[in-house]
């Protein structure tokens, strides 16, 4: 049975920083693209970054590009993304999914295995 947990979230002022994980199990982690995603109440859910299973290829949305990183270690089966210069913007549930494209033509679509969500939250 594949789980997927994600943790990290809080609340945090607009400028700061907060690093999310994601940890799998019952898949072979190193097998499969990785993102991350986020819905805020009322939108529809956006990709926000993912990453390929060798770690070697990343993408971000616009939203966030030089203030997130992702990045994985395939040995403890997690996934991380570190958000810096925080915006109330970002607040939103921040979701972790496996299988998920990660080529310029086919980024954020899909995604076999989702978590529950972790909340961030931004004040200003």
């Known amino acids: 049975q594949v789980q997927v947990v994600e943790s990290g979230g809080g609340l945090v002022q607009a400028g700061g920083s907060l690093r999310l994980s994601c940890t799998a199990s019952g898949l072979r982690f190193d097998d499969y693209n990785m993102g991350w995603f986020r819905q805020a109440p009322g939108k529809e859910r956006e990709g926000v970054s993912c990453i390929s299973w060798s770690g070697a290829i990343t993408y971000y949305a616009d939203s966030v590009k030089g203030r997130f990183s992702i990045s994985r270690d395939n040995a403890k089966n997690t996934l991380f993304l570190r958000m810096n210069s925080l915006k109330p913007e970002d607040t939103a549930m921040y979701y972790c999914?496996?299988?998920?494209?990660?080529?310029?033509?086919?980024?954020?679509?899909?995604?076999?295995?989702w978590g529950q969500g972790t909340q961030v939250t931004v004040s200003s």
């Open positions: 999914a496996a299988s998920v494209g990660c080529t310029t033509t086919n980024k954020f679509r899909g995604g076999s295995y």
